[in-house]
């Protein structure tokens, strides 16, 4: 058998490849083998091609190929067109391009549209960024909420929203005194349990069927036109006058008008409180169609309310509503059948025959200092008897009259959150719950009842349903939305004392519209005597919802002294 003999390759120490044409070392090389030097950076092609000489596999050639000998085709590729000077060209301007296209999504919209068909779909990596800026701004959003809630107290709350004072300013009163809220923080004083010294008018009993009342079986809000309801400022009380002569007491006032000073601290509409010094007695009053008469709604929220005063929304006429739902809400939740309890002397603001609210007047004393008494006028709306027990209550109404501001639907959550429900009317009427907490607290309640009056549709203002009713003790009420009753008695002390450190006058006592502090002003002695009462918006002009007519608001209006005169508060 042939075997295959291979020749000496030879070495050259010289360099790299092999040597030199001219070495002895080459004579055993094959001749007519052509060679090219080349070095490492450059690109290899064939070295032989044992197909050029055939003339089929390449007839472009067969020509040429017939005229040079086996061992010369092998080798020559001086003809062929990937080794000459155009494909040298072509090799420099080439460039890898990725064919392959790009990836569909696995789950890609449907086209169901021809003109739709050479769109592209949106690709992946595209709509996660977008998803992530959007993130991102979300995210900021809330930081910048929550550092502005943190960061601002009363004085930065709705910024937009340009407060009024509650009284005009006039010139030629003197300021005597400016106080921050911040001094307020740090008060603390302990009162004795405190005295009856008298109890006037007559209580009808709770009916307990509305503690069993939930959205699914509402109850709608029924209106007293026949019952007067009496807001009488302290000097007004025949039997306050009647105390202060028998030198009872040294400091006089009500219990709207102690609850607005202790909850000062909460409180961010401007309100206003007349203060007389007459002898060594001091009488905290208020003006007649004074911001007191009325309940503030959404005061302490975020979301500011529309400024138009006639907008069934704005915070004038929810504070309009709202006084008239918690009067007919304070009524319509007792049994109503003749059944009362009467006390010591009847209502003193009544007349004789006249119908007039359940409410009774506890008029109670508290010792501040050794030769210093203050007498309060308190106030409670119906009471329970059980086991031979009997309990007085206080009767208040929540309303709610679009859940687009508060931001939780009553009807959805009352039944599965009502924690979340009064959280909420924490956050947005923190000042309106304490004051009725310091209300119960000062009569010595043992229950406030709490309804949940919702209208029955968001832009009808005169038309309302009872959703709940919900009843809490005073005391643990006040524990959950720290009403810290030693802290409440040092604001009254302190203004007390500074009060009693003036001159014997008139002066008033405003809570600034746009700052957390409070000033006193010396006035005229016939402040307020003559004071501009505005008139109601003609009846033409009220807004007015798809049924009834403001015929209800004139028959639910309230009265604030023995001659049943209406309230219309003051712009």
Known sequence: MAGFEIESVPFNPDGWGPPDSSSPLLSPHPPHVPFAPFSRSDKLGRIADWTRNNPFHNPTRGNQSRNQTPSDSAFDFTGDDSFGPLAADEDSSFRL?????????????????????????????EEVEARKREAEKERA?????????????????????????????????????????????????????????????????????YDRITPKNERRLERFKNRNFFKVTTTDDPVIRRLANEDKATVFATDSILSTLMCAPRSVYSWDIVIQRVGNKLFFDKRDGSQLDLLSVHETSQEPLPEAKDDINSAYSLSVEAAYINQNFSQ????????????????PF??????????????????????????????????VEANNNRSFLTLNALNEFDP??????????????????????????ANKLAKWTVQALLASADMMKLGYVSRVHPRDHFNHVILAVVGYKPKDFAGQINLNTSNMWGIVKSIVDLCMKLNEGKYVLVKDPSKPQVRIYEVPVDAFENDYVEEPLPEEEQVQPPTEAADGVETTAATNDVEDKEIVPEA
């Open 97 to 125: 391009v990725d064919g392959k296209p790009p990836p569909r999504p696995k789950f890609g919209p449907k086209w169901r549209f021809q003109q739709h068909r050479n769109q592209l779909p949106q690709r992946r990596d």
């Open 141 to 209: 959003r809330r930081d910048r909420l929550y550092h502005a809630n943190r960061s601002g107290g009363n004085a930065q709350r709705r910024e937009a929203a340009a407060f009024k004072s509650s009284v005009d300013i006039q010139p030629e009163w003197n300021m005597l005194d400016q106080i921050p809220f911040s001094s307020f923080s740090k008060l603390s004083f302990t009162v004795p349990e405190p005295e009856d010294l008298l109890v006037c008018g007559a209580l009808e009993y709770y009916d307990r069927q």
């Open 332 to 347: 319509q939740v007792l049994v109503r059948d003749g059944n009362k309890l009467t006390f010591e002397e009847g209502n």
């Open 350 to 383: 009544a007349n004789e025959g006249e119908d007039v609210a359940s409410v009774g007047y506890r008029y109670r004393r508290w010792k501040l200092d050794n030769d210093m008494y203050l007498v309060a006028r308190c106030e409670v709306q119906s009471v």
């Open 404 to 429: 687009k501001y508060a931001g939780v639907d009553w009807r959805r959550k009352l039944e599965t959150q009502r924690g979340a429900v009064l959280a909420t009317e924490l956050k947005n009427n």
